[in-house]
């Protein structure tokens, strides 16, 4: 396996002989699945180095909110769209993520088949399973500690609470960028109609959202008079970067969207201060789930990041009876 896969200690995947995933390494082909920090790693290396950029295009017009990356290296790729560079085929399937993520299915000039989930949560349901010769699979709750029982309870419930707390103050969220907008859907899917109030990055990445089709209403600039006027009805929440949270103000209700939570769904933390256990990333019956129903062959668990690659693999192959081995 280790010819046509290696995972790099940066957290490059490298596939075939032209490809490079989610990290730098000189090659043809930077495939970015998603522009959370740990997915970009080199990346101005790469646009400097390598022939294309390869993305959803929403995710590239993410990206350029801080890299240049210029328009002829950028290579927007919609999901389920088969392109052949050099004799290696690449197609992006849609990942339950955030806005734009993707999953990786190459195929070698040889004919064999090698996929790569990136981040994902909903296998089955938002996550289409991938069926390679050869699986690559995230693994950030790759523990069996890491369970959420709760976890198609947690949009209904949160919302009960927002629902709740608008009726005293506004309500402000603090999240990572994407996992922000995730929740706004949610919010809107589940019959919340306060305005949202945003600025910034956050501001920017809503609106590249809403422009891909992404059905986020009532959003407005917190530099406009029209913000302005509703922030003055205290009717309304308002979203803010997860590390602004310890500079959380009183006058809110204050919710810290937190991937950490595996007890309760909402914790509070102070009066009006409280921790959702929201996450973008599949947890441990997740990942079980999808390696019990891909027809891969081989599993190989990413190990490149912040995760417990190691621990996934050892249970893939002890309870699963499946052959897997973690990278790098």
């Known amino acids: 396996m280790q010819n046509l896969v290696k995972i790099l200690p940066n957290g490059a995947i490298l596939i075939g002989e032209k490809f490079t995933i989610d990290g730098h390494y000189e090659r043809p082909f930077r495939i970015v699945t998603h522009f959370h920090a740990d997915h970009i790693m080199g990346l101005e290396k790469s646009i400097s180095i390598c022939d294309s950029i390869i993305a959803t295009p929403i995710t590239?017009?993410?990206?350029?909110?801080?890299?240049?990356?210029?328009?002829?290296?950028?290579?927007?790729?919609?999901?389920?769209?088969?392109?052949?560079f050099d004799d290696e085929t690449i197609v992006l399937k849609k990942s339950d993520h955030v806005i734009g993520s993707a999953q990786v299915l190459i195929t070698l000039k040889n004919g064999l088949e090698i996929g790569y989930t990136g981040d994902f949560k909903n296998p089955d349901k938002g996550t289409p399973i991938l069926h390679p010769d050869i699986l690559i699979i995230e693994a950030t709750y790759g523990k069996p500690d890491f369970r959420r029982p709760f976890k198609d309870d947690v949009e209904s419930l949160f919302a009960d609470y927002v629902r709740d707390a608008l009726m005293n103050s506004p309500v402000r969220i603090y999240g990572y960028h994407g996992k922000l907008q995730e929740i706004m859907l949610s919010l809107r899917k589940m019959g919340i109609d306060a305005p949202f109030i945003v600025g910034g990055k956050i501001s920017k990445m809503t609106n590249i959202a809403i422009k891909y089709g992404y059905n986020i209403s009532q959003v407005f600039d917190e530099s406009q008079s029209e913000a302005r006027e509703i922030m003055r009805d205290d009717w309304y929440i308002s979203f803010s970067h997860y590390n602004e949270f310890k500079r959380r103000n009183g006058k809110y209700f204050n919710f810290l969207l937190s991937g950490w939570e595996f007890k309760d769904v909402v914790k509070k933390i102070d009066e009006k201060s409280y921790a959702v256990s929201f996450s973008d990333h599949a947890d441990f019956d997740d990942l079980i789930y999808y390696v019990e129903r891909t027809s891969a062959k081989y599993i190989i668990t990413d190990g490149g990041r912040r995760s417990y690659g190691k621990e996934l693999a050892e249970y893939i192959s002890k309870k699963l009876g499946k052959v897997a081995v973690s990278m790098p």
């Open 60 to 84: 590239l017009d993410i990206l350029n909110l801080d890299y240049a990356i210029p328009p002829r290296k950028a290579f927007g790729l919609n999901y389920d769209i088969k392109m052949t």
